[in-house]
């Protein structure tokens, strides 16, 4: 880096101990106070150089002789590989971090550790009570329960991430300011602390839904890899957040909005793959460019791939599952026209949305989850790094 | 020939502060300021520093004297970069640990872990953490505290934890801003002996101090700045202090002979 407008002066010597007299306190006239940084006061005369030996060099060359003796701008970023070269060497700063946090995260409850169950087992009772007993949105979703829990556990993990990740860097102002290491470790620490409680979410989630009759299948296994493409998802979620966040409050603010728009629009509540989409009625039916854009929205696809694993009833009707077949299909959109018993419907017509057409099918769902936690991991490590000297400031 | 490990060339640093005086700050008064899209009105430029110069070396520990508000703590935060230059530039050889008197590093986790993870968060490997851990918790002389979280600690206890900490690894540059004005008179001692050997294994110290005592036993060079430039700066150090006594309107300091 240059200096830019410099005036370039003759290069002064001053060795040590040779100094300006005694005593003397600098003018205090124009260019010092508040509100006085001006242009033309920045473009001084270059100022006198300090405590240095006889080799150095005064005025303009001071840069040059720093970088003869390999001295970098101290707000200088690595190298991207580089960078990513010491995250990997801290893992276990960032590992040990995490567990550390989440264990001291309830130390002040009296239940303790107990609540990273009951928070997500909460969660699931509060949203069962409002559109599962009271508002009988279940209509068109086999084994509503089972679904919604699912969803919402799912999400949660995203969720959780950005909200907290968009105040990762001012909560650890004081560890940034103290003491230099890759500032990414601390939204990937975040990123780790609710993968565990992932972890123990989906312990409970497991309960619930044998305790509901779900079968253990080999299926269950497909959510290993789809829980690795969504954390991956998360971890480049984390790093935008994160530096959005460093700058203003206004952001951690806002999320909270921006975020629950999102989980109504991901089909956490309703089905957006079959009955929303599906049924003449319903407010996606006619607009099948909506419904393809929400159904690949990340947040829907890792939550339909994590319940077509888990739950029978969600696989078996998936739009796709089944050959086409035109009339099954237009059954399950609109049984009263074909005089289908409620109880019928309930049992049986309701899995025939497997026989509809999909709008995104289960394969591009997969291409998808993999697709989004590429590009979200590498748009932000980069929109990170980018900023990486500048957190910290303030 | 010296190697150097901090460049600082005319540097210049500019803070804009937000949410100062005429700001009523009400919600009617931001929206009235966006729909006419003016800028806030309460930012407000200070000129931290104004054009500063020096070199310091492998084996220095520079004390950096001055009245409250003159720039000390910028200019340290500028070195560790965590401060823009607005013109000029901090040269540095790795990079700077900044101690201030902010009371903890991870203040919900224990003593035990805040040293484990800042051991770690400096690149140490987890082998030379284990071999370390128990002089840094001696050093410190936090005794049973260790496990107790870190939000606890008197700002004594915690200052002398996070010196342990930050001086655990051999620190290239280590800046020490008022980090060390809450310790007791055996640790003082104790930071001193700590201070030489980072300085005997090539490490530069920074230290700021408002007592001037502790600069003279500290360091061997100094500078005084006032308004954000240096007045004077040099190895002859108890002239540049007693100079600053007399121009603060102070006495010079009465000192044993040695």
Redesign the interface.
Known sequence: MTNRGRLSGPGRLTKPGSLSGPGGLPDNGSPAGPGSASATALAAEPAEVYLAGDEVPGGERLSEYAKQHQLAPASARPPALKYLRMLWQRRQFITGFATASNVAMYSEARLGQLWQVLTPLLNAAVYFLIFGVLLHVSRGVPDYITFLVTGIFVFNFTQRVCITSSVVMRDNLPLIRALPFPRGCLPLGYVIIEFQQLLLSFGVLFVIILAYGEPFTWYWFLILPILAMQTLFNVGCAFILARWGSGFDDVSQLLPFVIRTWMYASGVIFSITTSLALVPTQSLYNHKHLAYLLQINPAAVYITLIRNALLTSQRISMPGYHAFNALKCSMYGNPAKYHIPPDVFANKVIYYSSYCKPIVTQQALWGYAAGWAVVAAVIGFFFFWWAETRYGRG | ???????V????V?YR?YGSGADKGTAATALLRMVKRQRRPSI????AI????????KG?A?GVIGRNGSGKSTLL?????????????????G??????V????????TGE?NV???C????M??QTVKERYQSIVDFSGVGDFINL?MKTYSSGMGSRL?FA??SAKNQDILLVDEALATGDAEFRIKSHQRIDELRAHAGTVFLVAHNLGEIEETCN?V?WI???????????VL??ID?YL??TGGEPRVREPK
């Open positions: 020939m010296a190697e150097p490990m901090v460049v060339d005319d540097l210049h500019v502060v407000r430029e200070v000129h104004q054009g500063m110069s020096f070199v310091a070396y220095d520079v935060r500028a070195i560790a970069g965590l401060l823009p230059p607005e013109q000029g530039m901090v040269y540095t050889q990079h700077a640990a900044l101690l201030g902010n009371a903890a590093l991870l203040e919900n986790l872990k484990i993870l800042g770690l968060a400096m690149g490997s987890p979280a996070r900490i930050a060079k500078i006032e308004k954000g430039r240096i007045v004077q700066a040099g190895e002859n002239e540049i100079a007399t121009a």
